[in-house]
């Protein structure tokens, strides 16, 4: 991370991250997981259909701070999501902090005279209407497209401002257009939070007045690690890791999702740093370990038994304590092993597809197949150099099949589904109605207030799937009655003939 850059780069430059392929997990591998494990040449489409910009993660990350308001300076329309994004601030702000509060978020809504001749004095006439309003301990000024193309200064109307407010101001750089991995968006975060609020001027550093004090820090520090959580994973994923960690005998801090703004500096003060997920926190780490030299692990996702048991026994190298790690591990996974019987029973030999972020949607199959699943295809929303290992892990254990790369691309998606008919199908709301219309049993991927990762996510996910393949009367009633926008035709087409470029099975 260079802090002297006012933006963070896209992934694309950064990672070579690509956002289409089409064919199967083992070709893919053949490209991603060779020598060097690169991503290869990106491919394009020459039809898309359908995606989101970086902005809409992005806010979804933002508008969890406690004690900020969400200050978006372009078009109106842009903070949209911040509505369906709002159940999840109020859940996850009474789970947190005991508090029910709204995700607070206000427009610049720039106009067409505006778009023209320049937003910079809309923007510091609404920085100070904020800060006069809501009196929040932060502003995090969110920059979209219009004035990145019309070239607004952001950050230069904030540290023009920024002595005439009492709030911290963040400026967060989330134009759509720049990049189509919409992944950025965390990097844009976290360069956002890394300049403005890890070296606050009002906090200094822990007054040592002897050597037995300083060891007492140090031996603490050694003892906390920075657990990166993500706005997918609800408190009660969060209570699960931190129960586990806390059997290592290590303490806590959660960052950046409903953390304390005013607090987030004691991610300096940590021994190591452990990522729940790598695509979502590599720049960050890195950043930590660069600057502060704090080492960190970013692995495994920890969705699955095996990836779970990977994730505590990288913590447990830290404190040297791998025995105990093993025996929390043979523990758990014999309270599973009796738990998960019926399920595993009944589950076995159904077919089910994925749908995800490229982490969570290897991470879970790997999952279901534990549970017993046959894996009839995958998904991913893009690709980058962390996730190799994941593809060599599940070709491993369970074989190959259809794999696709794509920003969204719905279009894509209904192809495969038709032509594979899966009893199962886990994925985004996007991809869920999809199957719905289907007629194909649909569970959703994120949802924030239920369980699923770490020990306790297995149980409760194959509880809920149990559940819903004992009844899929609704999806398969709603195809009746319900189509999808697409021709006959199509789905007798390859579903990946509008890839062109770079390495592909098509």
Known sequence: MNLSAKEAPKREDRLKSRIAYGGTL?????IFCGKGGGCGADANRTFSQGSICLMLPGI???NTLKDNVNLL??????????????????????????LVKDALWVSTALNESEVI???????????IEVDRLYRPKTITVVSGCVPGLIGDDVDGVAARVQDEVSARLIPVHCEGFKTKIWATAYDAVYHGLGRTLLEDPEIREPVIPDEEELFRFEERKKRTVNLLNVSSMGKVDEDELTRLLNMLGLEVNIFPVFADTQRMYRVKYAGFSISTCPTHDDYFCKFLEEEYGIPYILKHMPIGIENTNEWIRDAARFLGREEAAGEIIKNENALLDEGLKTYREFFKGKRVFVSAGEFRALATANLLHE???????????????????EYEKLKKIAGDFPFNIANVQPFEEANLLKRLKPDLFLGHWNGNSTSAKLGIPSLVIY????????YRGVFELARRLYRQLRNPAFNERLSRYVRLPYREEWYGEDPFKYIKGAENDV
């Open 371 to 389: 549970l017993g699943f046959e894996i009839a295809g995958l998904r991913s929303f893009h690709h980058d150099e962390f996730a190799s290992g």
């Open 26 to 30: 083992v070709s893919a591998c053949g």
């Open 117 to 127: 001749n320049g937003g910079e004095d809309k923007l510091r006439a609404a920085i």
């Open 447 to 454: 949802n924030t207030g239920l369980s699923y990762i770490g």
């Open 73 to 98: 300076h372009g078009a109106v329309g842009c903070g949209v999501c911040s509505h369906s994004q709002n159940a999840n601030a109020r859940s996850g702000g009474l789970a947190h902090y005991g």
């Open 60 to 62: 979804s990350m933002i």
